[in-house]
């Protein structure tokens, strides 16, 4: 019998991508998914048919579910990937995010011990840079002081303790990931990433006018959803439970990231201006594609996100650059351009 694993959180962009992963591996993988009458599931729909993926029901926001899942499954692996992830958001719905991002963390932790598997079961905590929010140093390492600068964050902030308490206080293998930003083709079209290779694809094939965006000076360490869950599971194969720092240890500001797109979409963007006043204009027609909006700035904003994988290389012999910056970009537009092409 291979190994079992529990991924919460599975319909994302890193659930997903870490299903393949230990499918590929020889894995029963159980992924975790709300009942909703609106179906969300285009991310896993090609692994619904794999006699090594089954779907089961439950809620971070549900205790009783969890112990009734943990119980079921007796899963060997734990991935807790499954939270209210967008930052912007927290601030309107900081309630909902606590609930899920914090308690949730809580409740995971919980299932295990009820359902009597605390001691075999090695669990996985998807923590954020967004631990760091307002930057005391760079670049950020797992011995950085937090200054979390967000409801999100707060809410990952008591994730990260609590799964630190129960290692400490019930010797239960249980490890954070902080992970930095991570994007992909799969990312969520409302995360600035995909909303910026989304927007430069519609621009050049004529879909779209205008793209707008907050700080364009803000910046961070962008990798690759894919290479990054291959470190999750590293970590839970370690021989300690220990919290990592997963980033590629390069940084680029958003003014960078959607430059980089617009090219690999045709346009080469020239910038005018400064703050609030800025704006890019496509050189070849003088045409002003991108503009910074209030809407987007956030009411208190984290600008400077790097993260240090020095650990991570060091001690799991993970590979932070496997893909590029670059080559993410690239992905990312050339997937987008195919899908507006397609729309």
């Given amino acids: 019998m291979g190994k079992k694993a529990l991924i919460t959180g599975v319909t994302g962009q890193d659930g997903s991508y870490l299903s393949e992963f230990l499918i590929e591996k020889g894995y029963d993988v159980y992924g975790m998914i709300r009942r909703s009458s609106v179906d969300f599931r285009e991310r896993i729909a090609h692994l619904e048919s794999n006699p090594q993926f089954h779907l089961v029901y439950g809620d971070l926001g549900d205790a009783v579910s969890l112990i009734k899942v943990m119980t079921e499954v007796k899963p060997d692996e734990v991935y807790n990937l499954a939270?209210?992830?967008?930052?912007?958001?927290?601030?309107?719905?900081?309630?909902?995010?606590?609930?899920?991002?914090?308690?949730?963390?809580?409740?995971?932790?919980?299932?295990?011990?009820?359902?009597?598997?605390?001691?075999?079961?090695?669990?996985?905590?998807?923590?954020?840079?967004?631990?760091?929010?307002?930057?005391?140093?760079?670049?950020?390492?797992?011995?950085?002081?937090?200054?979390?600068?967000?409801?999100?964050?707060?809410?990952?902030?008591?994730?990260?303790?609590?799964?630190?308490?129960?290692?400490?206080?019930?010797n239960m293998f249980c490890c954070s990931g902080i992970l930095f930003n991570?994007?992909?083709?799969?990312?969520?079209?409302?995360?600035?990433?995909?909303?910026?290779?989304?927007?430069?694809?519609?621009?050049?094939?004529?879909?779209?006018?205008?793209?707008?965006?907050?700080?364009?000076?803000?910046?961070r360490d962008w990798g690759y959803a894919k290479d990054y869950v291959e470190c999750m599971w590293l970590i839970l194969q370690n021989d300690k439970p220990e919290d990592f720092v997963i980033a590629t240890g390069v940084q680029h500001s958003v003014r960078e990231f959607t430059t980089l797109a617009f090219h690999h979409a045709g346009i080469e963007l020239e910038w005018q201006g400064a703050g609030m006043d800025e704006k890019g204009v496509d050189k070849a027609t003088g045409r002003v594609l991108v503009e910074v909006s209030p809407d987007f700035y956030r009411p208190t904003d984290v600008v400077n996100l790097w993260g240090d994988p020095s650990k991570a290389k060091r001690e799991l012999g993970w590979n932070p650059t496997k893909t590029s910056f670059e080559e993410l970009v690239k992905i990312m537009v050339d997937h987008d351009m195919k899908k507006v092409k397609n729309a």
């Avoid at 967004?130 to 707060?154: C, I, R």
């Avoid at 083709?185 to 907050?214: C, H, N, P, W």
């Fill in 182 to 219: 991570h994007e992909s083709e799969r990312r969520g079209e409302t995360f600035v990433t995909r909303k910026i290779t989304l927007a430069a694809a519609r621009i050049s094939q004529g879909m779209q006018d205008k793209l707008y965006l907050g700080n364009m000076d803000s910046l």
């Fill in 83 to 170: 939270a209210q992830s967008h930052v912007q958001v927290s601030f309107d719905v900081p309630e909902f995010t606590a609930d899920v991002d914090a308690t949730g963390v809580l409740r995971v932790l919980e299932a295990v011990r009820i359902a009597g598997i605390a001691d075999k079961c090695h669990i996985y905590q998807a923590s954020t840079s967004e631990l760091y929010g307002k930057v005391e140093e760079v670049p950020q390492n797992e011995n950085t002081p937090f200054h979390p600068y967000s409801p999100y964050a707060v809410a990952k902030l008591y994730g990260y303790w609590i799964i630190k308490e129960y290692r400490e206080a019930y």
